[in-house]
């Protein structure tokens, strides 16, 4: 059900990751000077997907693993709108993964954000897609989102940040956004944002991330050139964050899916005139093609 409602306090543990992210999300929207009323926020089913209660911003909470294609139909209803996809790992890896793969070659202009705890937080800390080897059991290797997004080749914008480093998060945020803004497309960012009851990962994450832009041979355009970075920089035990995928500017794009399926310049179904005197032609025409 969609709300347009007051935010209400977070009833996540003190010290969960996903409070420096709702933290980032209002900070990059503030200085963008988003107005409130064309930010929309689809959840997920988890501790994350309840993000939207604790903004001020329209909400939806979707299905679990279902938020990216209610998100992009909220898109294509109302390209104007600034539209986020968020949820966790389990949401998005697991019963969401068609979903995750096919965001990608579509190429709506929204933002997907991952809280990835590598754990199902709110059903009390079972293993997830990212979960490593001896979590509670679990014996299958971590999938890795950036290598499979990297994998996609669509001029996506691609990153993935970590809740204890809250400045590199809102400035990826904010990038996200102007490029969703500007109609370029899919944007994604996987943050890495610590379950402190299930699986505290912060002491780990903090000594283990690594900043890809300083590692040699940075490019953010070459997906070849970021695959075999990530891939060494995981092999010597480090996690890579920062901007992963970002096409050059001023390169020739497969556009937006938006400026694809609808007329230059149209206002979405959602703002359509459905006054029924003005349009009796065109709904009779309807009527009959169904018929
Ligand atoms: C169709 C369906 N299957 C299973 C569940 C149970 N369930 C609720 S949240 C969740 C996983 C939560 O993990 P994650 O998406 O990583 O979010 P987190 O709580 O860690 O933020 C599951 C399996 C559900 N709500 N709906
Ligand atoms: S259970 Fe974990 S993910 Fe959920 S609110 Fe608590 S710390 Fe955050
Ligand atoms: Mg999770």
Same mark, same amino acid.
């Given at each position: !059900?969609?709300?347009?409602?007051?935010?209400?306090? $977070?009833?996540?543990?003190?010290?969960?990751?996903?409070?420096?992210?709702?933290?980032?999300? *209002?900070?990059?929207?503030?200085?963008?000077?988003?107005?409130?009323?064309?930010?929309?926020?689809?959840?997920?089913?988890?501790? +994350?997907?309840?993000?939207?209660?604790?903004?001020?911003?329209?909400?939806?909470?979707?299905?679990?693993?279902?938020?990216?294609?209610?998100?992009?139909?909220?898109?294509?209803?109302?390209?104007?709108?600034?539209?986020?996809?968020?949820?966790?790992?389990?949401?998005? /890896?697991?019963?969401?993964?068609?979903?995750? !793969?096919?965001?990608?070659?579509?190429?709506?202009?929204?933002? /997907?954000?991952? !809280?990835?705890?590598? @754990? /199902?937080?709110?059903?009390?800390?079972?293993? &997830?897609? @990212?979960?490593?080897?001896?979590?509670?059991?679990?014996?299958? *290797?971590?999938?890795?989102?950036?290598?499979?997004?990297? &994998?996609?080749?669509? $001029?996506?914008?691609?990153? #993935?940040?970590? +809740?204890?480093?809250?400045?590199?998060? @809102?400035?990826?945020?904010?990038?996200?956004?102007?490029?969703?803004?500007?109609?370029?497309?899919?944007?994604?960012?996987?943050?890495?944002?610590?379950?402190?009851?299930?699986?505290?990962?912060?002491?780990?994450? #903090?000594?283990?991330?690594?900043?890809? &832009?300083?590692?040699?041979? /940075?490019?953010? +355009?070459?997906?070849?050139?970021?695959?075999?970075?990530?891939?060494?920089?995981?092999?010597?035990? *480090?996690?890579?964050?920062?901007? !992963?995928?970002?096409?050059?500017?001023?390169?020739?794009?497969? $556009?937006?899916?938006? @400026? #694809?399926?609808?007329?230059?310049?149209?206002?979405? $179904?959602? #703002?359509?005139?459905?006054?029924?005197?003005?349009?009796?032609?065109?709904?009779? *025409?309807?009527?009959?093609?169904?018929?």
């Amino acid at each position: !059900m969609v709300q347009s409602a007051k935010p209400t306090q $977070p009833i996540w543990c003190p010290g969960c990751g996903d409070f420096a992210l709702l933290a980032c999300v *209002k900070k990059a929207a503030a200085e963008l000077k988003i107005p409130t009323h064309e930010l929309v926020l689809v959840g997920g089913i988890g501790c +994350s997907g309840s993000i939207h209660n604790f903004l001020e911003i329209n909400g939806l909470h979707a299905l679990h693993g279902r938020l990216l294609a209610q998100a992009v139909g909220v898109k294509l209803a109302n390209p104007n709108l600034t539209v986020f996809a968020a949820g966790g790992d389990g949401d998005g /890896y697991a019963i969401g993964m068609g979903h995750f !793969m096919h965001a990608f070659k579509k190429n709506v202009s929204i933002l /997907y954000i991952v !809280m990835n705890n590598e @754990t /199902y937080g709110l059903t009390k800390g079972q293993p &997830s897609p @990212t979960s490593q080897i001896g979590f509670e059991g679990n014996i299958e *290797k971590p999938f890795d989102a950036i290598l499979t997004a990297l &994998s996609i080749p669509a $001029p996506n914008f691609i990153a #993935r940040t970590f +809740s204890g480093d809250p400045k590199t998060l @809102t400035a990826v945020l904010k990038e996200a956004l102007e490029f969703n803004r500007a109609h370029r497309g899919f944007a994604f960012i996987e943050d890495l944002s610590p379950c402190v009851t299930y699986n505290d990962t912060y002491k780990l994450w #903090r000594e283990r991330v690594v900043d890809v &832009s300083k590692l040699p041979g /940075y490019d953010a +355009s070459d997906r070849k050139a970021m695959f075999r970075l990530c891939m060494e920089a995981m092999d010597s035990g *480090k996690i890579p964050i920062g901007v !992963m995928h970002r096409p050059p500017e001023g390169a020739p794009l497969d $556009p937006a899916l938006e @400026t #694809r399926v609808l007329p230059a310049g149209a206002l979405g $179904p959602a #703002r359509a005139d459905i006054e029924i005197e003005p349009n009796r032609a065109a709904y009779a *025409k309807l009527l009959h093609s169904v018929a």
